[in-house]
């Protein structure tokens, strides 16, 4: 199992901004995406942003215009900002990494990180 070490959540008025991180140990050969997912109560687990190896995001309707994506290749990480956060935000947040090889794909997830908007 891949260790991502992800940082940066926390408890925020509607309104405010958050930035989450997650940093990939190093030696993977092959990292093909990385993003971010989220699971409130109640709720399946949903896609939020994903990165490419061409830094070409995508969003999640629900997030677009707002949250931004962004990754850092030779530091295997990729960051998360969140601004004008909603209270329809409030969910733990997962990082995703997906590496392999010829052989096999693998998708590696962190532990996640509880992300609370509230008045």
């Known amino acids: 199992q891949v260790h991502l070490a992800e940082s940066g959540g926390g408890a925020v008025q509607p309104g405010g901004s958050l930035r989450l991180s997650c940093a990939a140990p190093?030696?993977?050969?092959?990292?093909?995406?990385m993003g971010w997912y989220r699971q409130a109560p109640g709720k399946q687990r949903e896609v939020v942003a994903t990165i490419g190896s061409g830094d070409s995001p995508n969003y999640a309707d629900s997030v677009k215009g707002r949250f931004t994506i962004s990754r850092d290749n030779a530091k295997n990480t990729v960051y998360l900002q969140m601004n004008s956060l909603k209270p329809e935000d409030t969910a733990v947040y997962y990082c995703n990494l997906v590496h392999g090889t010829l052989a096999s794909t693998f998708s590696s997830w962190g532990q996640g990180t509880q992300v609370t908007v509230s008045s």
């Open positions: 190093g030696g993977i050969l092959r990292i093909y995406s």
